[in-house]
């Protein structure tokens, strides 16, 4: 991120798709040539992984690190394989356009990837998926039995298993992988198919000089492979539930602050084993992504760390991680480190000296930079330093028109309408924003697409501090014209980031 370019942030989800989500199918092929015709550099996504109703099926909250996300298999796709027919998906359409409605897809889903897998079995030996289960074994055996047993145990949490196999003891699990054989297989299966899809997708986006950014939360979620199969890095208790839980104090996003409930790492135990999970993590996710955002960067030099019996984040600590010591010895494994930090909220100056220190560019969305502090706030264009990711809002923000119309004061409206030298109403008020990330110094600039349709509040993908209806919003096909990318070509070439 050394040249000036920009991209743009859609979540594979929000892909207009007949089977309720969108999919690694040719909506996603489709959109990787508009991003090429439209002059974009890059296309941020957000994390990949599993999600889980339990948790609001959030992106952010996975059952594993380092699974790919079934439900964005495209099914037609199995159909070119050989695993469905054309006739089988016939008969599962109909979804409403505009939101996914996760309890159905994933119901439908289940049902393709159950007749698929039944045809797998008749030749399970393929030589290409052996190979697959054989690279990734360090994280896919773990992955796949985790997701047996939880089936099998009525998708119980797995500090609520049975003693031996929540403790791990070698023989129950030994037992429990030959008696759960075929599950295991099933979903070893649907781990193949994901990355087969995922990585045909990524080379034709290189293909076309763009650039794939992920994203890397920086917690895991207690009921989740990484915490089942690594208690002793994180602070849990005698029976394995999480002692101290994370999160953040008091805020922008929330007066009683946000109170995530992942368990906390134990950084010391990390140190001595050289960090050599989070290693393997960074590796794996810089194999599916050119770039990774970093959520909650700050977390690595210090997290607010809450008993695990509050209500809020409120009575929280301020605990000491290791990033120094952390990111020395990732670099002396990966060399490139090809980062961008989430350094959203108060940034003190230990994480100021950490980003400096190892030339990790931080976000600036400059939706941000029109309260009372305008002159002097970060995100605001004037401020902005070229080792920046500049965007006009964020996936937990509102969009650009709905924060004008639903939470900008009149002040701050105001304060806008001055900074431009002009009066806006709110059909315009994207297009500006847009234009001052791009005419920006910062080497990036990536604009969700919410933003560059100019859509209200109704098209937000997360509201932080709640739990329902959130992740559904998704594109509707008529929404991305040629005159959009054409607009969006040309403000590209004009600011020099084609």
Not at 96 to 103: C, I
Not at 202 to 223: F, M, T, W
Request: proline share 5%; net charge positive.
């Amino acid at each position: 991120m050394k040249r000036r370019g920009s991209g743009i942030l859609l979540h594979i989800t929000s892909f207009p798709s007949s089977h309720g989500i969108g999919d690694l199918g040719s909506w996603a092929f489709r959109f990787a040539d508009i991003l090429a015709d439209a002059k974009q550099s890059f296309w941020q996504i957000l994390p990949l992984n599993p999600t889980h109703p339990v948790y609001g099926d959030s992106p952010y909250s996975s059952t594993s690190a380092f699974a790919g996300n079934s439900l964005v298999i495209c099914p037609e796709e199995m159909v070119r394989e050989g695993f469905l027919t054309a006739k089988e998906l016939k008969s599962f359409t109909g979804y409403p356009a505009g939101r996914v409605d996760y309890l159905t897809v994933r119901r439908h889903k289940e049902k393709l990837f159950r007749i698929a897998y039944e045809r797998f079995r008749v030749e399970p030996d393929n030589r290409e998926f052996l190979l697959f289960c054989s690279k990734h074994s360090s994280w896919l055996d773990d992955f796949s039995l985790f997701k047996a047993l939880k089936t099998h145990l009525g998708n119980k949490s797995w500090h609520l298993w049975p003693r031996d196999i929540r403790n791990r003891n070698k023989k129950a699990v030994q037992l429990a992988r030959n008696q759960l054989h075929d599950a295991i297989q099933k979903e070893k299966f649907l781990q193949y198919i994901f990355h087969k899809q995922w990585f045909s997708l990524k080379e034709y986006c290189n293909a076309r000089n763009v650039q794939v950014i992920g994203d890397i939360p920086l917690y895991v979620s207690h009921d989740s492979t990484d915490v089942w199969a690594n208690q002793e890095i994180f602070k849990l208790d005698e029976n394995g539930r999480p002692s101290f839980v994370a999160g953040v104090p008091p805020d922008y996003f929330s007066k009683t602050g946000q109170l995530w409930g992942n368990p906390v790492y134990k950084w010391d135990v990390l140190k001595k084993n050289d960090f050599d999970w989070w290693v393997q993590r960074f590796r794996h996710n810089l194999t599916l992504y050119d770039f990774v955002r970093v959520d909650h960067f700050r977390g690595f030099v210090s997290y607010w760390e809450v008993p695990a019996d509050e209500k809020t984040a409120e009575n929280g600590t301020w605990v000491t991680a290791c990033a120094d010591d952390f990111f020395h010895s990732l670099l002396r494994k990966i060399p490139c480190l090809p980062v961008i930090a989430e350094d959203i909220g108060k940034v003190t100056s230990d994480v100021k000296e950490i980003l400096h220190q190892f030339e990790f560019p931080g976000i600036r969305p400059i939706i941000f930079a029109f309260g009372k502090n305008l002159p002097k706030h970060s995100c605001a264009p004037h401020n902005i330093h070229h080792n920046s990711v500049v965007y006009t809002g964020t996936h937990d923000c509102n969009t650009v028109r709905g924060w004008y119309r639903r939470e900008a004061t009149s002040r701050d409206r105001k304060r806008l309408s001055r900074y431009l030298g002009k009066r806006i109403s709110a059909a315009h008020v994207h297009g500006e924003l847009m234009r001052l990330a791009m005419m920006s110094v910062a080497n990036t600039v990536i604009i969700p697409m919410q933003d560059i349709l100019g859509l209200d509040e109704n098209a937000r993908m997360n509201t932080p501090g709640t739990t329902e209806g959130n992740w559904q919003w998704q594109l509707i096909p008529d929404q991305l014209t040629p005159a959009v990318t054409k607009e969006l070509s040309e403000v590209t070439e004009l600011f020099g980031r084609d």
